[in-house]
DNA sequence: ACTCTGACTATTT
DNA sequence: CAAATAGCCAGAG
């Protein structure tokens, strides 16, 4: 499909995002990357944004590229998403997720699951 | 058609 | 090590 246009974009992102193993993270780029656009990690937040309305998309496993819960400000509550990620397991403290590269997920890598 | 903004990242000061 | 700068691209007014 040599045609991506925008609309699938966003669909790649949250087909990614979907595919993040429970317990486990990733970054924008890391997405981005896999989408063929390693230089818009910001379209894969703006992607995230309009996730709201669309499928089960777990935002809250997107972080920034050194785990910090950029987008924390966008879920409902205050601390909704940090909460979300210790649910599953995940170290978070500070709106920063601890151990990052441990529980890092590459959807590159991953995609054998 | 133009401008502003944004859940990012890498580089430089 | 922290703050500032630039590059990136797509959506909304």
Redesign the pocket.
């Known amino acids: 499909m040599p045609a991506?246009?925008?609309?699938n974009?966003?669909e790649r992102v949250y087909e990614v995002a979907r595919r993040i193993p429970c317990g486990r993270v990733t970054?924008?780029?890391?997405i981005?990357k896999v989408l063929g656009?390693?230089?818009?990690?910001?379209?894969?937040?703006?992607?995230?944004?309009?996730?709201?309305g669309r499928e089960d998309?777990p935002?809250?496993r997107?972080?920034?590229?050194?785990g910090?819960?950029?987008?924390?400000?966008?879920?409902p509550g205050t601390n909704l998403?940090q909460q979300l990620l210790e649910n599953e397991g995940v170290e978070v403290e500070d709106n920063k997720i601890v151990y990052f590269q441990k529980h890092f997920w590459d959807p590159a890598s991953g995609c054998e699951l």
């Open positions: 991506p246009s925008t609309e974009f966003f970054s924008y780029g890391a981005a656009a390693a230089r818009s990690a910001r379209m894969v937040g703006w992607a995230m944004n309009a996730c709201h998309i935002a809250h997107v972080v920034n590229r050194v910090l819960l950029s987008g924390k400000h966008h879920f998403m």
